[in-house]
């Protein structure tokens, strides 16, 4: 018996148990963010990392485009943060959750 998972479902339980981190500025996040996002913009990534080893984990990025998530992400595993995950730009992740 062949049993298929797609990464669409891991990505899906992935986000069930994750901390979800909007990287964008404030006004981005006001704007639209994804239901319980933190928003924690990039700017100020490396300045809050002792926050971020205190959050469960995976923690999951997130931006428009994905490029600022991959630089969080960068950081957050620069700083001994291994289970962090880039989850590209808020349609990306919107995509993933449906």
Do not use: W
Not at 40 to 46: C, K, R, S
Not at 65 to 74: E, F, H, L
């Amino acid at each position: 018996m062949k049993f298929a998972i797609s990464k669409k479902s891991i990505m899906k339980e992935t986000y069930k148990s994750a901390t979800i981190v909007d990287v964008r500025t404030p006004e981005e996040y006001a704007d639209e963010h994804f239901p319980n996002a933190i928003n924690i913009p990039l700017d100020q990534v490396a300045q809050r990392i002792n926050e971020f080893k205190e959050m469960p984990k995976p923690i999951v990025a997130y931006c428009r485009s994905g490029n600022r998530s991959g630089i969080a992400v960068s950081i957050l595993k620069q700083n001994g943060i291994n289970d962090a995950i880039n989850g590209g730009g808020l349609d990306d992740l919107k995509q993933d959750n449906r």
